[in-house]
């Protein structure tokens, strides 16, 4: 038969090539390009200043330690907790181009598909065709939040974090010798994410929880706590191999001072304390905030039901109390910030999986050897189909900097590049526009950019003096504070709603309400200002 021999099967070892191998090599495949059209498809605002970082570095073989990027904070103290990101997208984008920037961070995002699969087949190799449909709301939960993003790197290294727990409890469990060698991956895994995302500072509070949840498991199960008994995988481990592994802990800390920050690296998170920027940035938004996060949604909801359901069922909880209490915490992060999504994601989906399957495990039913030959035929094609559709839709281009000036003023800093008269200026720049001049724009010393919205400014944050201009009763006096000559920012927008909004909430397109901008309302009844330059995106004022 046609299929039977598309079936290759190895004799001597005892490997077999089948159709649920040929489906997942091409559903990777499809994953891959999925990711890949969505890289290509927006251009990270920060990107920008990513690459000029990078390129300094490069060139004075030093990391940054003084700003000098704005006027508003020249010569201020600046610790760049994502150096090395930065000095590698750099060279890459230099001498290999921005397509492969982008398959580069698509293939981090896949690489954490394949370790999740892989640690979730060790646990029910029969729940391998379970895991596509979670993958494919995986993708669209996440989605917004990959491309060309440094915190992907934080994606894969506490998948790496967890994995390394994991395994550690496992052998601890089954008695094996010189299990501590296990451990010694935790200090190249943190020295490496110390220098390629702040992240690295919520893996240090994930390996502290797991040694506090695992202290108190071990002093409780002494006392026949009953509730410990729910958990059916849960891993009890001794003092001495507790102690081990805060051995290890405090080796991580040294470690990530063994890199160019050493002890600032972990000053910066004291900027940290105000959370004005959660409620003002894009990505730190609560799920309760428009634009709604709907695929998000719907994975946090998926994973609370499953959990409910389960625990409701077999009145357990299905796994360690550690590995649920963290996926807990991350679920909350991710209600209050979808930004955490992707993690709670990595943190969650072994459980999901485990919950669902569990509820909803089908028997085999044996097929018609024609039926099944048809159905099988039907994905494999299916697959390819939606493969050859993705692939025209990626469109490789070169230069991100000049494929989005529909979304950043490449014709407004052109302007300015033509007219040097305006060079002694101090321009006032859209917050989201700040890393994309850095880069086009570099001779212009600018107000403000995405690196330090927590930066300390005149007794507040830098974002919160940022957004101070936008107050009608702040902004004249903030312009005079700042001695400011040019005006760039973005043109009014009004709200636009989705179809299942506008179907649902029977939206129409005159409901749709313009955002007011006190800032433009200001200046164009100010005759202190005028119009220079206008066009669909921009708008830029002058004070004479």
Same mark, same amino acid.
């Given at each position: 038969m046609f299929w039977n021999k598309i079936i290759k099967k190895n004799t001597e070892n005892n490997n077999y090539f089948t159709f649920k191998h040929c489906l997942w090599i091409l559903g990777y495949i499809l994953f891959f390009l999925l990711f890949l059209k969505n890289s290509y498809s927006y251009l990270n605002p920060d990107l920008g200043w990513h690459l000029k970082d990078g390129q300094e570095i490069w060139l004075t073989k030093e990391v940054p330690r003084f700003d000098h990027f704005d006027y508003t904070i020249m010569g201020g103290r600046w610790v760049d907790h994502e150096w090395l990101s930065n000095l590698l997208t750099y060279l890459t984008f230099n001498y290999f181009g921005y397509p492969t920037v982008n398959i580069f961070f698509s293939l981090l995002v896949i690489i954490v598909f394949a370790l999740l699969h892989r640690e979730i087949r060790k646990e029910n190799s029969k729940a391998d065709f379970f895991i596509l449909p979670f993958f494919i709301i995986g993708y669209f939960a996440i989605g917004s939040f990959m491309g060309v993003r440094m915190q992907e790197f934080t994606f894969l290294f506490l998948t790496l974090l967890l994995l390394i727990l994991k395994k550690y409890e496992l052998a601890c469990s089954n008695k094996k010798k010189n299990y501590f060698f296990i451990l010694f991956w935790l200090l190249p895994l943190f020295w490496l994410w110390a220098m390629l995302h702040g992240g690295f500072l919520f893996g240090g509070f994930v390996l502290g929880f797991w040694l506090i949840i695992k202290t108190v498991e071990n002093i409780l199960r002494y006392h026949?706590?009953?509730?410990?008994?729910?958990?059916?995988? +849960?891993? !009890?481990? /001794? #003092?001495?191999?507790?102690?081990? $592994?805060?051995?290890?802990?405090?080796g991580v800390f040294l470690v990530t001072l063994l890199t160019p920050y050493n002890i600032e690296l972990y000053k910066f998170l004291l900027n940290y304390r105000d959370n004005y920027y959660q409620s003002h940035i894009s990505e730190w938004l609560s799920q309760s905030n428009y634009p709604f996060h709907y695929w998000g949604l719907l994975y946090l909801g998926l994973f609370l039901s499953g959990l409910v359901t389960y625990f409701y069922a077999y009145k357990k909880i299905g796994t360690s109390w550690w590995r649920l209490g963290l996926t807990l915490i991350l679920l909350i992060m991710s209600f209050k910030s979808r930004r955490h999504v992707p993690l709670f994601f990595v943190a969650s989906l072994p459980l999901t999986i485990h919950y669902y399957y569990?509820?909803?495990?089908?028997?085999?039913?044996?097929? +018609?050897? !024609?039926? /099944? #030959?048809?159905?099988?035929?039907? $994905?494999?094609?299916?697959?390819?189909?939606?493969?050859?559709?993705?692939?025209?839709?990626?469109?490789?281009?070169?230069?991100?900097?000049?494929?989005?000036?529909?979304?950043?003023?490449?014709?407004?800093?052109?302007?300015?590049?033509?007219?040097?008269?305006?060079?002694?200026?101090?321009?006032?720049?859209?917050?989201?526009?700040?890393?994309?001049m850095i880069w086009t724009y570099p001779e212009r010393k600018l107000f403000i950019d995405g690196r330090l919205p927590q930066y300390p400014i005149n007794g507040t944050t830098f974002l919160r003096e940022y957004y101070n201009f936008f107050d009608k009763d702040l902004v004249e006096s903030k312009l005079n504070q700042y001695n400011i000559g040019l005006i760039m920012i973005e043109k009014n927008s009004n709200f636009k709603f989705n179809w299942f909004e506008r179907f649902f909430f029977e939206i129409k397109d005159n409901d749709l309400i313009p955002k007011e901008n006190s800032i433009i309302t200001h200046l164009n009844n100010s005759g202190k200002w005028r119009i220079i330059y206008e066009d669909k995106i921009s708008i830029i004022y002058l004070k004479p």
């Open positions: 026949n706590f009953k509730l410990l008994n729910y958990s059916e995988n +849960n891993t !009890y481990l /001794s #003092l001495k191999q507790i102690k081990v $592994v805060l051995f290890f802990a405090l569990s509820l909803f495990e089908i028997k085999k039913i044996v097929f +018609n050897k !024609y039926v /099944s #030959l048809f159905l099988k035929t039907t $994905v494999i094609i299916t697959v390819i189909f939606l493969i050859t559709c993705v692939i025209p839709k990626i469109n490789l281009f070169k230069d991100p900097f000049t494929n989005f000036c529909q979304s950043f003023p490449c014709a407004a800093i052109q302007f300015l590049k033509d007219h040097p008269e305006y060079n002694e200026k101090r321009i006032f720049n859209n917050y989201g526009w700040g890393g994309f």
